[in-house]
């Protein structure tokens, strides 16, 4: 899988970490021929976003928008799955609320964000039991634990 990572804030981000995280879910989904666009922003940002494209009035920690259509697909060979924003003012402070490390937080969110894009959900018990299950194995795959 191909990224672009844009980040609009002005805080030093590890993309190495990030990377890891864009193989390993390429891996165990076998996902070949894609890009995805990871935008790093704030809690004002993302809140603005939030609320233009969801109606939702306040700041989140990660919103994805897949492109997975004909139009935004066109028959080249690759699929562009579409973008995923995070607030790392929203992951710094999910860090300390769930005492784990910021590193942890922001890989968990790149995941979860991912797999939005390749069409799972948590809607029903069902799906976030599968969603959440490929989540950790991402995650503990790459030594990352709580």
Do not use: W
Request: net charge negative; aromatic share 6%; proline share 1%.
């Amino acid at each position: 899988m191909n990224y672009q990572i844009t980040n609009l804030t002005n805080e030093s981000i590890d993309e190495k970490e990030l990377e890891s995280v864009i193989n390993k879910v390429s891996e165990i989904l076998d996902v070949e021929d894609s890009i995805v666009s990871i935008v790093l922003t704030d809690n004002e940002s993302i809140h603005e976003i939030n609320k233009t494209y969801r109606g939702i009035d306040r700041e989140t920690d990660v919103i994805s928008f897949a492109f997975m259509d004909e139009e935004t697909n066109p028959d080249n060979g690759v699929t562009d799955l579409g973008e995923i924003y995070i607030s790392l003012e929203k992951t710094h402070s999910q860090a300390i609320e769930y005492n784990h490390s910021f590193k942890r937080e922001l890989c968990f969110l790149l995941t979860h964000g991912l797999l939005h894009l390749l069409g799972y959900d948590h809607m029903t018990k069902e799906d976030e039991k599968e969603m959440f299950g490929l989540q950790e194995e991402v995650l503990s795959s790459l030594g990352i634990e709580r």
